[in-house]
């Protein structure tokens, strides 16, 4: 029988739980998940143009020019220009940086928001529970868009303002959800653990509760990433969110689409285009992730 | 079951009675009122005493909790009260486009539904094929188009190959007729705005079957179905299919409640008057009664909905009304 000193011991362990490397784990994705990936490359394209905006594109995507109004797309204007007279591929270009904005911080923060009310709902229990709860449903009866009206009438208009509206309904979502998985782990002994060591609910909720309902944390905000573009486009187009000239998605539908829809069809469909695209890209890697994270999980 | 349904019903009144304080207080937070809006409209100049006297007229004056009461007072007499905007009655304002608006709903819920089952039916059942991720993709891009712009695409199709084929564009009829009164006229005017809002309906709805029908295909019994040598047709439409309905009629039902939400946005591009154009605009005209009477009757839907739903499960599977 062979002796192996300790450091080699090590070094089989090593060898034997080594971790694929980073290349051969996205290959993995890749064939496992087509759909996955062809979203997260969708996603990629969208964040590199936002941050490269002023690089892909040379024209002014605010400035008026009223020589060019509605031309047809050529080879100087690719998608061709607006009733304004700017650059349709530029706006959707620095619209992209509009979309992702509001996408990302609404997503990340109501899912956030959600995450902590959630799992301190389901830790407390008793009173505070289900007055939580009685205020879930009612935030939850409302449908998305019209609760977002009402924020953008009560705050106003504008990107922030947007922002907050598209928040304020995905916190009752992610509550919703997180509640339902800290529920099962509150019933883990662990956390009783945590308490007879003395821990303060704060950091119960925070490092022992909350790290453990991150699948469904993730699902929820990728899934809310979508939903936040495409709000974010509806409440532009009704004339309550992101407002001239700041180059959005849904503005852009809403400026000339109907009235020059036969004239200059190119207005009404590369925006929709864009916002169809975003949102199918992260659709489609969010339901990926799903797949990966919580086989189990597929409501919705 | 009875005392199930009763504490269901119980249930139903803090949600209705929050979301009756939210949408009151929520208005209330918006600078100006309906009163400043109706003179920026009319151009005249700032006048504090006509503001004065039009807020006198309408109520804005009275204390807020005398002006909530009266607001939530009115669903014991069932008076809705009058819209600040128009002086009317509110009930009669939604008469006039209710029907619009629930044939749309009607309308889409049939087109979402004839889409949705069957192929939801077909993806899990060839799972991973090609099928599969075609349906799939056709269902992600209906949840991913926004309904505005298929609206906005629909109408420029129609006027093109109307354009083409009729040599006279495609106009849509601008008041709604009641489809006993001009059937044809009536569907031609609905079908495209009920396509518009069906399509992401329809694809909620078909990943929910696709997804419910792939959990009950791994189940036990269906394996047994299988090694009886039943023919798969069989164990899809007999076995798998009634368990795998549930979910599926769940959110068939939810999302019809959502449905009014879809046709804010629809009815503004296809010019319909129905109740979506009716809420822009009074939140537009800070009209608070109006716009607090649309909201609470969106949140009745959808609890009255939830509710049925449960009704409908715990009348399936008796351990839900024991628990």
Redo the contacts between chains.
Sequence with gaps: MVTLSEAQVEAKFEQLAAKPTLSKRLWEFCRKQ??GAAGAAVVLVMIFMAVFADYITHFDPVKNDLANMLTAPDETYILGTDQFGRDAFTRIVYGARTALLVGFVSAFAGATIGLVLGVASAYFGGRFDLLFQ??M???M??????LA???V??L?TGVQNVIVAITIPFIARSARVVRSNALAIREIPYIDAARALGYSHTRIILRHMAPNVMAPYLIILTASL?QAI?LE??LS??GLGVQEPIPSW?LM?QGG??EF??TA?WI??W??VA??????GF??FG?ALRDILDPKL??? | MYKYIAKRLMLMIPTLFGAAVLVFILLRMIPGDICEVRMAGSGMYFDQEAIDVCRENIGLNKPLPLQFIEFVGGYFTLDLGTSMWTEKPITHEIQLRFALSLQVAIMATIVAIAIAIPLGIISAVKQNTWIDYAVRVFSIAGIAMPSFWLGILIILGLLVYSQAWFGEPWMPPIVYVPPWEDPIGNLSQLIWPAVATGYRYSAVAARMTRSALLEVLREDYIRTARAKGLIEKVIINRHALKNAMLPVVTIIAIEFAFLIGGLVVTEQVFNLNGLGKLFVTSVGNQDYTMTQQLVMIVVLVFVLVNFAVDIFYAWLDPRIRYS
């Design positions: 087509p759909l009685r205020v449903d009612v935030v009866a409302f449908p998305l868009i019209i009206l009402a924020v009438a009560t106003g979508g495409l486009a509806a187009y009704l849904g539908l689409a109907e829809a036969e069809p009404a469909i925006p929709g916002i169809s695209l975003a949102v199918f659709n489609l339901d597929r409501a919705r």
